[in-house]
């Protein structure tokens, strides 16, 4: 059949499965919008109030779902708006096609009125982009980049479609898309070596991250670490992808986690790694992480091996078959006395609470308040900085996809975009995005959004009025130099979330908290809380940058 460039892609878009995306029309994508308006029967748009906005969105619509999320911007600072929402889905490895305008192939390279070189800007933060200039290419061209969005390591791919080209007609025959399987790359003697190093340790651990979540193999880890009597730690990025009431599990480790997953680091013969990267938040001194222990890694990206930690043993592949291969080849085994060792461990972080106040209320009050109201299935959305570390420590997650936050860029706005992202691809789930006063600042403009779709968002700002993570980096490091970290924003959060037609509530200390949330959660209608935390809050423990557990800071005085 015969069709012009708009409707060729809402026919790809259809043919992907894409019911949803997000977006903020302009000129070089009028064509492209006019052909939504025609589809809107099948294709719903939800409208941002800021580029950034949309690409957060169609980030935490994929976090949440597993699908490919989809933004459309148009050129010029349309395309450059979306660039730190591509990043983050970059550095985080989540399936994005983000589709912009640009100027008419004739105007290309002349410094035309909104053009701009997206596709040389966003080179260092796609797996793919392409500039389409012939129509007849166009179809293909979105096949393949959601085959590539979503095959392998999953993440981010741009399309680049000049205005002409989207107005041009060619013919068009409807495909089935097509997903390419990952093949396990390594061999039988590979697992078999591999099983037999499991089997011969007596203190295991698995170290888990984002990857099992973005394979969506929960079950074959749990299945996993059931055999091997493994416990486990979590990245930031892994929390959903190991229940946290499992008896196995330690919590998270790294900068910012626990104790008993820092000591089991240390002190353990064997870390099994599982979808993660050794980032430097976990790794901290990468010569001296897991200095005493075989290393296995698992991953489904080759590129990761031996990228940050030396490693004994490897096993690439999709982990939902290169975990099932290896439970398959280990032995059934116990370590009681070693998980006893951890549990142990679990009871001595030294970070003492700080006490109770008529002013403030203690975050981990207020997070533990939340989680006793919420359900497994409540989305929990975060910024970046300390609400987020907070969050990380306290909040139990039962199941996967219900955590969204920037963790390998963390960028400070994501929260907002990401919650109605969240929202509208899980109707009838509880989405409650934690935020700090400095990120909710960032994006609060998406209110507009959540608002105009009236999406039931909780927002928790825990408002202590300071830049509270560079703040506390600059009590350790700085001798207490607070350079720009006291801003001294007089935002009444509240009357603001009213200006935008939401609900506004204030928690002002522990007292309040559960009556305050438990008119949130009664709520039908959208919700932002004003919580007061004190400025000298901090996230403790800490491993400074580039130490290990024995440098753990417990205790800021």
């Known amino acids: 059949m015969q069709l012009n460039g708009s409707e060729i892609i809402a026919e790809c878009l259809l043919e992907q499965g894409v019911d949803t995306v997000f977006g903020y029309p302009g000129g070089a994508v009028l064509n492209i919008y006019d052909a939504l308006y025609k589809y809107s029967d099948r294709i719903t ?75 040389g800007i966003t080179l260092p933060v796609t797996k793919h982009n392409f500039i389409v200039k012939n129509v007849k290419d166009l179809a293909n061209v979105i096949r393949k980049a959601f085959r590539i969005a979503m095959s392998g390591r999953k993440g981010p791919v741009l399309i680049d479609i000049p205005k002409d080209v989207t107005g041009a007609v060619c013919e068009y025959t409807p495909e089935e898309p097509v997903i390419s399987p990952e093949p396990v790359l390594s061999s039988q003697s590979e697992f078999e070596a591999a099983a037999q190093a499991i089997d011969s340790a007596k203190r ?19 299945d996993f670490a059931e055999k091997t009597d493994c416990p486990v730690a979590t990245s930031i990025m892994g929390l959903g992808g190991f229940p946290s009431s499992h008896r196995l599990f330690m919590g998270t480790i790294g900068m910012h986690g626990g104790y008993e997953t820092g000591k089991a680091a240390d002190n353990c013969d064997l870390i099994i790694t599982v979808g993660a990267r050794f980032s430097d938040r976990v790794a901290g001194d990468r010569k001296k992480f897991g200095e005493k222990a075989t290393i296995i890694q698992l991953d489904i990206d080759k590129a990761e091996i031996n990228k940050n930690v030396r490693t004994d043993y490897s096993l690439v592949g999709d982990l939902k078959d290169t975990l099932a291969r290896l439970t398959e080849a280990v032995s059934l085994t116990k370590h009681d006395e070693w998980n006893a060792q951890v549990s142990e461990w679990s009871k001595k972080s030294g970070v003492k609470e700080t006490p109770k106040s008529d002013d403030y209320a203690h975050p981990y009050h207020v997070i533990e308040a939340v989680r006793a109201l919420a359900s497994d299935d409540d989305i929990i959305v975060t910024d970046v900085g300390q609400h987020q570390m907070w969050v ?13 936050t920037s963790g390998g860029l963390g960028t400070m706005g994501y929260g907002l975009g990401a919650a109605v992202g969240s929202a509208v691809a899980n109707p009838g789930k509880r989405v409650i995005l934690f935020t700090g006063d400095g990120s909710f600042h960032m994006n609060l403009n998406e209110l507009a959004t959540v608002c105009s779709y009236d999406l039931p968002i909780i927002v928790v700002v825990m408002n202590n009025t300071v830049l509270g993570m560079v703040r506390q980096w600059q009590k350790l490091f700085y001798g207490r ?70 440098d753990m800071v417990t205790e800021m005085e």
């Open 392 to 404: 990380s420590q306290k909040y139990s997650f039962e199941k996967p996809r219900r955590w969204c």
């Open 204 to 222: 295991p651990m698995i170290y888990m991250g984002g990857g099992v979540i973005s394979s969506d193999a929960e079950k074959q880890l749990l």
């Open 481 to 550: 130099r607070f350079s720009q970290t006291d801003p001294h924003r007089k935002t009444d959060f509240t009357a603001l979330a009213q200006a935008f037609g939401v609900k506004g509530l204030r928690i002002h200390n522990d007292d309040d908290a559960e009556k305050v949330l438990a008119e949130a959660f009664a709520s039908k209608e959208p919700v932002v809380i004003d919580c007061r935390i004190s400025p000298d809050e901090n996230v403790l423990p800490m491993i400074p940058p580039g130490k290990t557990v024995d």
């Open 45 to 119: 748009h939800i409208l941002s109030a800021h580029e950034q906005g949309a690409a957060h969105a169609a980030d935490g619509y994929a976090r949440t779902t597993g699908k490919c999320g989809v933004v459309i911007a148009t050129s010029g600072p349309g395309a450059t708006n979306l660039v730190t929402g591509i990043a983050t889905a970059f550095m985080d490895s989540i399936p994005m096609v983000a589709i912009t305008g640009n100027v008419s192939n004739d105007l290309l390279a002349r410094d035309s009125f909104q053009e701009v070189d997206i596709c």
